[in-house]
């Protein structure tokens, strides 16, 4: 497919409107779900874009009315693991990321419209835009422990760089946050009334995006994380998962009691992965050198049954009761954790240098 598709049934849609290429993903009753066929697409798009000097800007929307982006095509990645041990995952996650860091170093203003219901590999088409909106109906997450999985897409990337420890909270917990807090978090730059964003993104065929942000932004309504940042930090800080649940009880908040029941209702080593994924990005210098890690991290993560335990418990049988192994985290061994930075056979994504153990 090129820009300026008529295919209205192609799960992403392609068109130009003067001077902006609009990318429009288009699975609308999956809330715009990404599948491998959607970031190729997505990829030859920002090519061709690259390339001509008629287009001055790209936006990103979602079909429908639900979302931008509901995260990867999880189910097909479930029955992919279980017929042919995960192959067409693996590739997928490497056109994904790769993706991720082109959309971070593109050379042109990248408008990502973060509308509805933003995670996974949502956020990773999306927040690494060089400008990121968001609106009232906005909720972004990643909620990748929730299904034995771990945050990828640069996931682990952003949330390191949020205030304090505001990125381990939702990392471990998987909570999705609105506008106020996406843009406290550093996952979002614009507030947008939903009302105007037709207008907004009609005015960007012919004007710069920073003339049409003074016309149409404005204030966010206030959030929640504000007023939680005083045991957040003090309780996410701690070295272990554990630690962490234990000084989540004990800190008296009811808000904090809460985030330990979530943070113990997901899996034990996604939980233990994600929490050592965080602390080795924040060491990590360049987005290009997270995703490196992320990919060996799922890689991995495809030959442990949590993550098709979890997709089955969501998705699939939609029981909402996973059976995680082991089933708890002082079952989860320090060699378990250790085994899902260990560098594959295939090279990596080849966007960094090679780092983590040989």
């Known amino acids: 497919m090129t820009p300026d598709s008529v ?5 992403v849609l392609l068109h130009t409107r003067g001077r ?3 990318i429009v993903l288009n699975r609308p009753r999956a809330i715009n779900a990404l599948n491998h066929a959607m970031v190729r697409l997505m990829d030859h798009a920002l ?3 690259e390339r001509d000097d008629a287009i001055r800007t790209v936006v990103l929307t979602g079909a429908g009315e639900r979302g931008l982006c509901a995260g990867g095509d999880i189910r097909s990645i479930h029955d992919d693991i279980r017929a ?3 192959a067409a995952s693996v590739a997928f996650w490497r056109d994904e990321y790769r993706l991720n860091a082109r959309i971070a170093r593109f050379p042109k203003p990248y408008v990502a419209v973060m509308d509805g219901i933003v995670m996974g590999g949502g956020v990773g088409v999306s927040a690494h835009g060089s400008v990121r909106i968001v609106t009232e109906r906005s909720r972004i ?3 990748e422990t929730g299904i034995g999985f771990v945050p990828d897409v640069g996931g682990t990337y952003l949330l390191t760089r949020t205030p304090g420890e505001l990125g381990t909270h939702l990392a471990l917990t998987g909570a999705a946050v609105g506008a106020a807090d996406a843009l406290l978090c550093g996952l979002a730059d614009h507030f947008v009334p939903s009302e105007r964003l037709a207008d907004f993104t009609q005015a960007l065929a012919d004007s710069d995006v920073d003339d049409v942000l003074d016309a149409y932004a404005d204030t966010a309504p206030p959030g929640e994380l504000t007023a939680h940042r005083e045991w957040i930090d003090a309780c996410y800080a701690a070295d272990s998962v554990e630690e962490i649940v234990g000084r989540l009880y004990d800190c008296g908040d009811p808000a904090a009691k809460e985030a ?3 943070v113990l209702a997901k899996s034990p080593t996604s939980l233990k992965v994600t929490l050592a994924s965080l602390r080795r990005a924040r060491a990590l210098a360049t987005l290009e050198h997270v995703l490196e890690q992320e990919y060996r991290v799922s890689r991995t993560a495809i030959t442990a049954p949590d993550m098709v335990e979890g997709i ?4 699939v049988d939609k029981d909402r009761n996973p059976h995680w192994s082991p089933a708890e985290l002082a079952q989860v061994t320090d060699a378990q954790v250790a085994r899902h930075f ?3 056979g295939d090279g990596g994504l080849g966007l960094a240098p090679a780092t983590g153990p040989r």
């Open 342 to 344: 260990e560098r594959h």
């Open 7 to 11: 295919d209205a049934t192609a799960p």
């Open 141 to 143: 997450a990643m909620p």
């Open 84 to 86: 042919g041990g995960g």
């Open 20 to 22: 902006a290429g609009h």
């Open 312 to 315: 089955r418990a969501q998705v």
């Open 260 to 262: 330990a029941e979530t």
């Open 47 to 49: 090519t061709d874009w």
